[in-house]
């Protein structure tokens, strides 16, 4: 084993110092002991069953807004280990070839932004691969109109679309399908998902949804900006099966709002509340950005961004979207 010399104990000796002292300003002293004791009980009990119970997911909502967002980091830190598959080409079905150079971009702009595009659209035939998939999904009706009265596992023709805002499919047809599986587990994805955390991850979840036109933003459908709190750390991947401009509801962030203590604490003191655009432009100077593109286009996401969903005014929008991390915890909707 390597000796460390003195000068070096020291060193390190003075940087627990400081990493303690900041942990107690920052972290310790904003979050109540009950809080805490509910997060480290729900741990424990996601380690033996596999389940996160309803209230320790509520403290760590209640952490993460205290903290700025420093609890679920330094958790994340402790429970897993770093990733060490680096710098290396990786073969995907769905991109092909890409080269690490390529992936080391695509990184850089997401772990500063906390939204990246790929800059190559996924391919045409696998586009309508998953068209024709989306045929075959049954869905969930939300924000229905009242006369609207079949609202639950239905299928959805979008040239004669149901009265409704958004459409989520069933979470059993998603999983029984082989092609959204396989493009959940793709390797580059997987891998970009690792690197961006830092340690290996899964996909864990996926969502399927149409969103309608509307008069007006709901926040029961993330169309007024919130920021996830899946579990301690994530990444979602927006893949467009439509066309999106201006009016197609196209997703929009604010950058670099993902980062630990980036948040504004006006915005992070309302019980997990949505805000409104003039909320944001008041408090978040980085301004907001909107992502457009056509069918193919391919969206990575720390949805602990301020984000939405803008409405549909025109036609619809049909999003795939796999979910990644290194485990469930946390994850109260979860298995």
């Not at 769905?94 to 996924?122: H, N």
């Not at 709190?229 to 994530?234: G, H, N």
């Not at 980062?259 to 980085?286: F, M, W």
Request: proline residues 5%.
């Amino acid at each position: 084993m390597m000796q460390t010399s003195p000068s070096g104990r020291q060193e390190v000796l003075d940087w627990a110092t400081e990493f303690a002292d900041l942990l107690e300003d920052n972290l310790l002293n904003r979050i109540s002991k009950r809080d805490l004791a509910q997060i480290l009980a729900g741990i424990v009990s996601y380690r033996n069953t596999g389940v996160t119970p309803q209230v320790s997911h509520l403290s760590l909502i209640k952490a993460y807004e205290n903290s700025s967002g420093l609890m679920q980091e330094l958790l994340h830190k402790i429970l897993f280990a770093s990733y060490t598959d680096m710098g290396k080409s990786i073969k995907s079905e769905f991109f092909g070839e890409v080269s690490a150079k390529d992936t080391d971009a695509i990184l850089a702009e997401l772990d500063e932004q906390g939204y990246a595009v790929l800059p190559e659209r996924l391919g045409e035939h696998w586009v309508d691969a998953l068209l024709s998939e989306a045929g075959k999904l049954h869905y969930k009706l939300y924000n229905i109109d009242p006369d609207e009265r079949e609202t639950d596992n239905r299928k959805i023709d979008p040239l004669k679309p149901p009265k409704c805002v958004i459409a989520y499919a069933n979470t059993a047809d998603l999983e029984s399908s082989s092609l959204l599986r396989s493009f959940s587990n793709d390797p580059w994805l997987v891998h970009l998902a690792s690197r961006h955390m830092n340690t290996a991850v899964q996909p864990i979840d996926a969502q399927f949804w149409y969103s309608f036109p509307s008069k007006e933003a709901s926040g029961n459908v993330a169309q007024l900006f919130h920021y996830d709190l899946d579990t301690l750390r994530w990444l979602k991947v927006f893949v467009y099966l439509t066309d999106v401009g201006a009016e197609n509801g196209p997703h929009e962030f604010v950058p670099a709002s993902h980062k630990p203590g980036s948040k504004p604490q006006p915005l992070t003191v309302r019980d997990y509340a949505r805000i409104d655009d003039h909320e944001i432009d008041k408090y978040c100077h980085q301004g907001r950005k909107t992502i457009c593109g056509k069918r193919g286009t391919v969206i990575l996401g720390d949805t602990r961004c301020f984000h939405k969903g803008k409405v549909v005014n025109d036609k619809f929008r049909l999003i795939f979207s796999p979910i990644y991390a290194p485990s469930r915890i946390g994850y109260f909707h979860g298995k």
